[in-house]
């Protein structure tokens, strides 16, 4: 393949320069698209910003979104926020256009996540399942088992963790799909996250009533070498 055109089959190697705005650890992904804006494939990537640091302008607060409940929000790179309602998925540009996104029926007292492809992860808490939204607006399932899971998160790699609350661990889907238990002995874990350099971190929550307490209120991060270390600790003491 050669300039711009790609035939279906094709192998090719197309050189990428990944330039962060910002400093600091920075993660996004390059897509190919077809002639129609389709997304036919996606990588992601990471590297260091060397911009400036962000500065925030103090006392300025602004609605983005009214009139609806949310439990759960993620922005994209480009301003886009997303927010789950609980029972549906709304999108706010940078502009402050909102719609609702055909996402189907949820029940979902979860969290929100994006990759760096920009397609959306809703914990779908009460349907036991975890959904991806994509750029193209399909829907899918990529992961179910769970037991009320509260949190979703992704990494600069695109595995997908899952806080599977009532089973009390944190599940890891890969990119090909497959589940596999990523860390147990929690008592309540809600809420989970990972930065670019592939550190994943798993709130403990308070415990429910008529749970006994051992270890609650605890963050917990996870190397990518697997090693597990205290963040915070005695959060609820």
């Known amino acids: 393949c050669t300039g711009t055109s790609y035939t279906a089959t094709a192998i090719c190697t197309v050189t990428v320069n990944f330039t962060p705005a910002q400093a600091g650890a920075r993660s996004g992904a390059v897509a190919l698209l077809d002639t129609s804006g389709n997304v036919i494939a996606a990588a992601n990537l990471n590297g260091t910003g060397l911009g400036p640091e962000v500065v925030f302008d103090p006392g300025t607060q602004t609605p983005i979104a009214a009139g609806t409940v949310a439990e759960g929000s993620a922005v994209d790179a480009v301003g886009n926020i997303f927010i789950n309602t609980g029972i549906g998925l709304i999108k706010v540009t940078a502009a402050g256009t909102q719609t609702t ?13 994006l990759d760096g492809a920009g397609n ?13 939204y994509t750029v193209g607006g399909a829907v899918y399932t990529v992961g179910t088992g769970f037991s009320i899971p509260y949190g979703v998160a ?3 790699a695109g595995n997908i963790y899952v806080a599977d ?3 009390r661990q944190v599940v890891k889907i ?10 147990t002995g929690f008592v309540y874990p809600e809420a989970v996250t990972t930065d670019a350099a592939g550190n994943v971190y798993v709130a403990d929550n308070a415990t429910p009533s008529g749970v006994n307490q ?3 209120g605890f ?6 070498g697997g090693t597990q270390s205290i963040v915070v600790g005695s959060l609820f003491s």
Do not use: H, M, W
């Open 101 to 113: 996104l055909p996402i189907g029926n949820i029940s979902s007292e979860g969290g929100t996540a």
């Open 120 to 132: 959306v992860y809703i914990a779908d808490s009460f349907n036991n399942r975890v959904l991806e």
């Open 154 to 156: 992704v990494d600069s």
């Open 165 to 167: 609350t009532r089973n």
């Open 174 to 183: 890969d990119t090909t799909g497959t589940q596999s238990v990523f860390a």
């Open 214 to 216: 051992t270890a609650a």
């Open 219 to 224: 963050i917990y991060k996870y190397t990518p």
